[in-house]
Nanobody, 117 residues
Framework: QEQPVESGGGLVQAGGSLRLSCLVSGRTFASYTLGWFRRAPGKEREFVASISRSTGTTRYADSVKGRFTISRDNAKNTMYLQMNSLEPEDTAVYYC??????????WGQGTQVTVSS
């Protein structure tokens, strides 16, 4: 069973950058729509960005548009989230997820991103 594994989180100052990676094992990576979500302390999990399986169409939450970029490399079974101009409000646990169909079925354990002011 596919198990996404995130990496790349850490501590960064406001205005800095981080790149998250998500490795999804298995032979069907290219057939998944992929997404990034986050949960900040005391808040509900929220959508950050997604990238479709076929056309690579991307979507972003308004709060990250223009700062974050989602991408995928099907040859490496890996998805990325490039995060620039980070703000303290971006502090959260970031999760990657894979959707074989319409629902995100496979979830990673999360990686902590902390942005200091």
């Amino acid at each position: 069973q596919e198990q996404p594994v995130e990496s790349g989180g850490g501590l960064v100052q406001a205005g800095g950058s981080l790149r998250l990676s998500c490795l999804v094992s298995g032979r069907t990576f290219a057939s998944y729509t992929l997404g990034w979500f986050r949960r900040a302390p005391g808040k509900e999990r929220e959508f950050v960005a997604s990238i479709s399986r076929s056309t690579g169409t991307t979507r972003y939450a308004d709060s990250v548009k223009g700062r974050f970029t989602i991408s995928r490399d099907n040859a490496k079974n890996t998805m990325y989230l490039q995060m620039n101009s980070l703000e303290p409000e971006d502090t959260a646990v970031y999760y990657c997820a894979a959707a074989p169909a319409t629902l995100y079925q496979y979830w990673g354990q999360g990686t902590q991103v902390t942005v200091s002011s």
